[in-house]
């Protein structure tokens, strides 16, 4: 079932989306899980980058005598998502520093423990 | 303890699940060889762009209209942190680091903005474009504000200036996309709508690609420098 | 060959800096290990033939969320402790 994969990418790639889920689903500091977020995202674009390149290729630049050119198509919609990653991660930020200012911590369970 | 025993059982079903779905994907030159879109992009790109760089063509002229909603994304996002920090004011430091960051940071920095500018205008021709330049001078600003204290932002680069060059970004890529549809052809068209192609691998070649990679570029980094400068904001009462 | 093993080596790398990043107590020992991480990914972006993506890369995660995260974390600890 799994023979096809024999690139350690992919399972790197798997690895960082549950080290990052795990982070999100155990933590109680806002930052962290902020932080956790950040790694499954940026798991998801090295799959994206590395399912646009096969070995021998060449950057999308097009110039004399190459043939074989990375997918250009996967490389764009990641750039996409990084920018949007980061403004999206600001926004989340922001939200949390809003957060400390009302409540005074960071923290999930003393927030919790507030709301009682 | 629970908690985390709860999460690892959680995170081998999703794993076993994620393998899953890895193994069903198509191999790098399968899936290559397969897609229409890939190969017309390789073979047909640079006479239908006139840019050598392909992510870029496909960013700023195949694919324009998806990065003019990656651009409105930017602006919600800023305009939310902006939203949520209204009521704040900005501490007017005037400390910063030692005289001796100062004077070499004004060394440094024309470099840095000449860098920046570099990599906008040659995002056709060579890696980079109006995001990573973009992003470039939102950091030469946050660099001005950590060496020189706030003071120094808040008299010249102020949130003024940087809402106006955000909106200009917006309004000039909107206007280039208007030219296509004023010309005949669809909105964002590029070389159907009388740009000029130019000679490939040269700084005017690509049409309206340059113009557009100024205009994200001027939004990205006031949109970036917006939100940065309204997260160091402090409280009021 | 050699790349393929420089590659390796910056993705086994890529992962203990994710651990180090989700395991520390200390949330600015986090953040500067996403900065390592993001440094990282932008040189394996550049192995897999990416410079663009590797150099959105490098500006953001290195630079920009790492500020971020900074002005964040200097916000939300007590007054007495920060500047």
Not at chain 1, 33 to 41: D, P
Not at chain 2, 188 to 208: C, D, K, Q, W, Y
Not at chain 3, 16 to 29: D, E, G, M, P, S
Request: proline share 3%; glycine share 10%.
């Amino acid at each position: 079932m799994w023979g096809e994969i024999v690139d350690f990418a992919y399972w790197v790639v798997v690895g960082l989306f549950l080290i990052g889920f795990f982070g999100v689903l155990t933590d109680t500091n806002l930052i962290k899980i902020a932080i956790g977020l950040n790694i499954m995202e940026a798991s998801l674009l090295l799959l994206l980058v590395r399912l646009a390149f096969s070995p021998g290729d060449s950057p999308p630049i097009v110039s004399e005598g190459i043939l074989n050119y990375a997918d250009p198509v996967p490389q764009a919609l990641t750039l996409t998502a990084i920018v949007i990653g980061a403004s999206t991660t600001a926004l989340l930020l922001s939200f949390i520093i809003k957060t400390y200012k009302y409540y005074g911590s960071v923290d999930l369970k003393e927030i919790r423990r507030m709301e009682r | 303890m629970i908690r985390k025993s709860v999460a690892l059982v959680i995170l081998a079903i999703l794993g076993l699940l994620v393998m899953g779905g890895l193994a069903e994907l198509p191999l790098p030159a399968e899936r290559m060889s397969e897609s229409v879109t890939s190969r017309h992009i390789l073979s047909e790109g640079v006479s239908d762009t006139g840019a050598v760089n392909l992510v870029t063509a496909v960013l700023f002229d195949y694919r324009g209209f998806d990065t003019l909603g990656e651009a409105t994304v930017i602006f919600a996002a800023a305009a939310g942190v902006v939203l949520l920090f209204f009521r704040h004011d900005l501490p007017t430091s005037r400390l910063g680091l030692s005289s001796l960051a100062k004077r070499s940071i004004m060394v440094l920095a024309p470099f840095v903005f000449v860098t920046g500018l570099y990599i906008v205008m040659f995002g056709h021709v060579t890696p980079g474009g109006g995001f990573q330049g973009g992003v470039v001078w939102a950091t030469l600003t946050i660099l001005l504000c950590i060496v020189y204290g706030t003071a120094f932002e808040w008299r010249f680069i102020n949130t003024r200036t940087k809402t106006l060059l955000e909106s200009l970004g917006a309004i000039a890529f909107i206007l280039l996309g208007l030219v296509g549809i004023y010309r005949g052809d669809f909105f964002l068209s590029n070389i159907a709508a009388g740009f000029r192609a130019g000679v490939p691998g040269e700084l005017t070649s690509g049409g309206a690609i340059p113009l557009l990679n100024l205009a994200i570029g001027l939004k990205v980094a006031a949109g970036l420098a917006l939100i940065f400068y309204n997260m160091v904001k402090k409280d009021v009462g | 060959m050699h790349e393929s093993m420089l590659t390796g080596i910056l993705l086994v790398f890529l992962l203990v800096t994710a651990v180090f990043a989700v395991a520390t107590r200390y949330v600015l020992h986090a953040v500067l290990s996403l900065s390592i991480f993001g440094i990282l990914l932008s040189v394996l972006f550049v192995m897999y033939q990416a410079p663009d993506v590797a150099m959105a890369e490098a500006v953001v995660g290195a630079g920009l969320m790492t500020a971020l995260f900074v002005v964040t974390i200097s916000k939300t600890t007590n007054r007495d402790d920060s500047a």
